[in-house]
């Protein structure tokens, strides 16, 4: 489970659904923030911007306030001004140290938006923590997380998937299962020894024994599309997990077509883990408590 918890909220469906799913992965005594980020509307010394700048505080208080009271959360707001939401909601979870970032996955959500624009994808590619993506509607069918899937290739990064998916199937007394999809490349099928049915069922079958050699979870093996099957065996399941490449996790939702076009179809919450790196925490020398500085309503 997770620890320290930030929610990006806004007035869409989405920010309903990632809160709903934060309540799912949060430590029972984590700390949960619940996020808005308001554009800077002009700039400072120019006329009128005191007023409109007031304006948006106060409708992003408002939409901090509605989303806590709905979810009947015990929630921490957090309002600031960005030029992009993307590059809001990173500097924020670098400030509070986050484990876990979540988001709605509706086109006019925080997703949409995070996914929309260079400065944004620049921004994010550097995000430390986990990111989890809440399904559009997930707020009205939410439930207990009993079933969880990780995809695995073999790789560091899907070894690491695999042991956060332990950690959390324990933690939550649910059921884990693994995937390698697998696939030949276009050309064999027009070679002298072209691959044929025989060839892929073999090849499924292999994969489904690398992923049982991990022991002590439900191995599957499934040939195609990694993003498609993926996306397909997650209607089965209630969190799907995968590893993240070099970017970071937004950065990987970003640049990587895996775990973009999962993002977008994946039928059950999708958790996108970060590769481990060693980020100082920032103290105070006389208490020892950590530093956060932003405005907090």
């Known amino acids: 489970m997770f620890n320290k918890v930030v929610v990006g909220v806004d007035e869409h469906q989405g920010g309903h659904d990632a809160v709903a799913l934060a309540k799912r992965l949060a430590a029972p005594a984590g700390e949960v923030t619940l996020a808005h980020i308001h554009r800077i509307v002009s700039e400072p010394f120019t006329r009128g911007y005191d007023d409109e700048q007031a304006s948006e505080i106060r409708r992003s208080t408002a939409i901090l306030e509605a989303a806590r009271a709905g979810a009947e959360i015990d929630a921490r707001l957090w309002s600031t001004g960005a030029e992009s939401v993307g590059r809001g909601l990173h500097e924020l979870v670098e400030t509070l140290n986050a484990d876990l970032l979540v988001l709605g996955s509706t086109r006019r959500g925080f997703l949409g938006r995070v996914l929309i624009g260079d400065d944004t994808r620049a921004a994010l590619n550097g995000a430390s923590c986990a990111v989890a993506i809440a399904p559009a509607g997930y707020a009205k ?101 995968v590893g993240s490449r070099g970017y970071g996790p937004l950065g990987r939702l970003v640049h990587g077509s895996t775990s973009q076009e999962l993002a977008r179809r994946a039928r059950c919450p999708l958790l996108v883990l970060p590769r481990p790196r060693t980020r100082p925490t920032e103290t105070n020398e006389a208490t020892g408590d950590e530093v956060i500085g932003n405005l907090v309503y």
Do not use: C
């Not at 044929?196 to 002590?216: F, P």
């Open 141 to 241: 069918r939410a439930a207990r997380i009993e079933k969880i899937g990780v995809g695995y290739d073999g790789s560091p990064d899907s070894e690491r998937a695999v042991a956060v998916a332990r950690e959390l199937s324990a933690e939550l007394a649910a059921s884990l299962g693994a995937m390698q999809v697998v696939f030949f490349p276009a050309y064999l099928f027009s070679g002298p020894v072209a691959a044929d049915s025989t060839s892929i069922a073999q090849l499924v079958d292999d994969a489904r024994h690398r992923v049982s050699a991990l022991g002590n979870l439900d191995p599957h093996g499934a040939y195609g599309h990694p993003a498609e099957e993926l996306a397909i065996w997650s209607e089965s399941l209630d969190l799907l997990i």
